[in-house]
């Protein structure tokens, strides 16, 4: 199966607090993709990051950080000091290298942050 | 530099009757997606074009579905005689040309049919 998990249907907390998304992901391919988007309700899919599967390093961009671990198919996304403005939908996304074509998305995420 | 484009961003329509959605992508790209989104869930593939050439079609796009690329840029979506289940968000992505590159997505079209 290819496929994307998202647990988390909706986390809320409150503003400076830090929370992780949790992803996880199946697929036969040893190349893939892995994304994460936002919608925010204006509901158009903001491109936040992608990785490749042979480059597990973490990334860290400014607020937002990502742990992927080959080894438990997971793609985690760290928001630190949380603000308002981060309210939105995720998605974590898959795209195996013998689709190239299509994204397989989660569920999604809803995160609202309290002020 | 401009984005991904759709028009119209909201459609109402009654349940039988056709609508049509255009896609505008990114100049410089020239693959083009469309996708279907349904309230709750994550966005679903639905067909993509390279160029002018419609390359992939998803199980999801049933005969009333069919999409047009003609001269290789903007790109519309037709869905005839509309049902109640095809009321969802379609969103419109376009990519350069490659192996497996970044889709940026446009606004969305939001479909309601009654």
């Known amino acids: 199966a290819q496929k994307v998990t998202q647990a988390q249907t909706e986390i809320s907390v409150v503003e400076k607090e830090d929370v992780t998304l949790d992803c996880v992901y199946e697929?036969?391919?040893?190349?893939?993709?892995l994304f994460w988007y936002k919608q925010p309700p204006s509901g158009e899919l903001v491109f936040l990051i992608r990785?490749?599967?042979?480059?597990?390093q973490n990334e860290i961009s400014g607020r937002y950080s990502w742990n992927f671990q080959k080894s438990t198919s997971s793609f985690n996304f760290t928001i630190t000091a949380s603000q308002v403005v981060d309210s939105a939908v995720y998605f974590c996304?898959?795209?195996?290298?013998?689709?190239?074509?299509?994204?397989?998305f989660g569920s999604g995420t809803r995160l609202s942050i309290r002020p | 530099d401009t984005g991904v484009s759709q028009d119209p961003r909201h459609k109402i329509t009654k349940r039988g009757q056709n609508v049509t959605f255009r896609c505008d992508p990114i100049?410089?790209?020239?693959?083009l997606y469309w996708y279907r989104q349904t309230l709750g869930q994550g966005p679903e593939f639905l067909t993509y074009?390279?160029?002018?050439?419609?390359?992939?079609k998803s199980r999801l796009l049933s005969d009333r579905f069919s999409a047009e690329r003609p001269k290789g840029s903007f790109s519309t979506l037709e869905i005839q005689r509309t049902e109640q289940g095809d009321s969802a968000m379609y969103l419109c992505?376009?990519?350069?040309?490659?192996?497996?590159?970044?889709?940026?997505f446009g606004p969305g079209t939001r479909l309601l049919v009654l």
């Open positions: 074009f390279q160029n002018e050439a419609q390359l992939e």
């Open positions: 992505a376009s990519s350069p040309q490659g192996s497996v590159e970044t889709q940026y």
């Open positions: 697929t036969r391919d040893t190349t893939y993709y």
């Open positions: 990785r490749n599967s042979f480059d597990e």
């Open positions: 996304a898959l795209t195996p290298y013998s689709s190239a074509s299509k994204i397989i």
């Open positions: 100049s410089e790209h020239n693959r």
